[in-house]
């Protein structure tokens, strides 16, 4: 008890949590990484030698066969059309609105503001549910179509308030004397506020972006007769769908069942796996500061 | 529109200062800011809000072809239906007990993650830990399945080698063929996809207290579990309860993603939850009505949810969170 006390360095029970602190920190972050360092090199594993197991983090055999089988599947190279274009479309068109929506909340003299706010807030925790919302899409004729993906989820309260929190902290003098010199709403707006807001508005390009990529539910919904309007996410479902366990393989896709026969359905999945993977991984770490910023204003005003 | 104009043209005041002409001049002034905002209001109006008319389905026989007025009313029908089902209980149970056990997992996970980040001392490897904890946040479920079922697979996934190589098994486990295990494994994705994601809140909650709180317990001869125990728990609290709060009222709509996608035929008693359950059983059989009961009933049991956890919260601290 009083030993090591009187010692100059950090007592025994801290230096016991500093080491237990960073194997725990080591374990998690080997347990995060491995999986995703595992399936690369299943990707670029040879598909016969792969079935010998005792592949970790590099392959063994190494071989692009994989990636050009997918790449031959003609469902993939429209996926990624799709999930590209929605992705940028949706971006652009949620920016656009919810920082508008954002900005005219931000706006102490704006008489609207509390009950727009109110309005917004409400949908965040309450949902008509799926089906109302799929008769709702089915009346509008956006089955089949593109906009469906973009239209629908453009603008969403939580982003709204996480950008008005950060324009809440702009200086109002700003905009006054912008007002002065004879400047509309709208271009204070777009001219001053737009700019200042650049790192808000990166959170939010970040979140949209990610989830415009990420989706399947839509295409699964909406546009599943649709191949031209398929997308990668879906694409990679219903290779796992046809795969898994117990599911008796409803995946009729032709072209896909011949691509299977070359190399192993389970090596496709990787290498798929993989190439929807990728662009999310070249665009985050870039991110990084902005996101940390943006969710912690987001938890302030929730 | 015409009295926005007479009342709001600048260099003619208008007479009156009643409520109604104020209202309107400042309308005319805020004009710019309403283009700006009603459109959109319009908009999440269309999506968010009109859908809840059909609500009213859900006390109908509805037939796909005919306007909502024109169904066959039947008051509660579907929903004795629905409580007379008993897959109904199976699908509420298995979605209480995947949204319960997701819920202390997600929330105790990253409060210790957030904990252990701060008290680590290397801000390279500090950095490097925290990049990659984000990092499966931001890849679909579709990946994360796809990465799950890799890593549990009977063909040489790790989980199994590792269990197989310790001695533990003798022979490989069918994770994903086990009912028994589904809500453990959905539980395990979910916190290994969102630890990092969740902990960026604890961490920057943590980062606001002040450092002289710790410099008078080191004073005080605190060893460091004594601060994390006596200032960086507390420090957090508030933060903790209303996350925690607002989590509650998602107890029952937990979406059904990660269900869909790891679940299979073989485990279907364990995996379906009540959005799933809709979707088989009122979509895709064309049972509308009994299908938007489902939804009534998750909707509702959500904001009961909420507001309770709200009130409870709003007795001991005199604050809503809503």
Known sequence: ?302 | MKAITETGVPGSPPRTTSKWSRFWRIAFRNRYLYLMSLPFVAWVFLFNYYPLWGWLMAFQRFKPGKSIWEQKWVGFDQFKTLFQDDMFYQVLRNTLAMSVMGLVATFVVPIVFAIMMNEMKGMFFKRFVQTVSYLPHFVSWAVVTSIVTRMLSTDNGVVNDILMGLGFIHEPIQFMAKGNLFWGIVTVSDVWKETGWNAIIYLAAIAGIGPELYEAAKVDGASRLRQIWHITIPGIRTTIIILLIMQIGHLVSIGFEKQFLLGNNLVRDYSDVLDLYSLRYGLQMSRYSFGVAVNIFTSVVSLLLLFTANGIFKRFTKESVI
Do not use: C
């Open chain 1, 1 to 302: 008890m009083t030993t090591y006390r009187m010692r100059k360095g950090a007592p025994l029970s801290d230096r016991i949590l500093d080491f237990v602190i960073i194997v725990a920190l080591l374990v998690a972050t080997v347990v995060t990484l491995y999986p995703f360092l595992n399936v690369l090199a299943l990707s670029f594993n040879d598909s016969t030698d792969s079935v010998r197991g005792g592949i970790s983090i590099f392959p063994r055999e190494f071989t692009w066969e994989n990636y050009k089988v997918i790449f031959s599947f003609s469902g993939l190279a429209t996926g990624f059309k799709i999930s590209v274009l929605r992705t940028l479309v949706g971006t652009v068109l949620g920016l656009i609105s919810s920082s508008m929506l954002a900005y005219t909340l931000a706006r102490p003299d704006f008489q609207g503001r509390r009950f727009v706010s109110t309005f917004l807030a409400i949908t965040m925790y309450v949902s008509a549910g799926l089906i109302p919302i799929y008769i709702l899409i089915k009346d509008l004729h956006m089955m089949g179509t593109f906009a469906v993906y973009v239209l629908p989820g453009m603008i969403s309260a939580f982003n709204v308030f996480v950008i008005r929190s950060f324009m809440d902290g702009i200086p109002y003098a700003l905009q006054e004397s912008a007002k002065i010199d004879g400047a509309n709403d709208f271009t204070i707006y777009w001219r001053i506020i737009l700019p200042m807001a650049k790192p808000a508005l990166a959170t939010i390009a970040l979140f949209l972006a990610v989830t415009q990529w990420n989706t399947w539910f839509d295409t699964y919904l909406y546009n599943g007769s649709s191949d031209h309007l398929t997308t990668l996410q879906y694409e990679l479902m219903k290779v796992l769908q046809s795969t898994s366990s117990g599911n008796n393989g409803d995946y009729r896709n032709s072209n896909m069942t011949q691509v299977m026969a070359t190399v192993s359905p389970e090596s496709v999945k990787m290498a798929i796996t993989i190439f929807v993977t990728i662009p999310i991984l070249l665009v985050y770490p870039f991110l990084q500061r902005y996101f940390v910023k943006g969710m912690t204003l987001g938890a302030v005003k929730g």
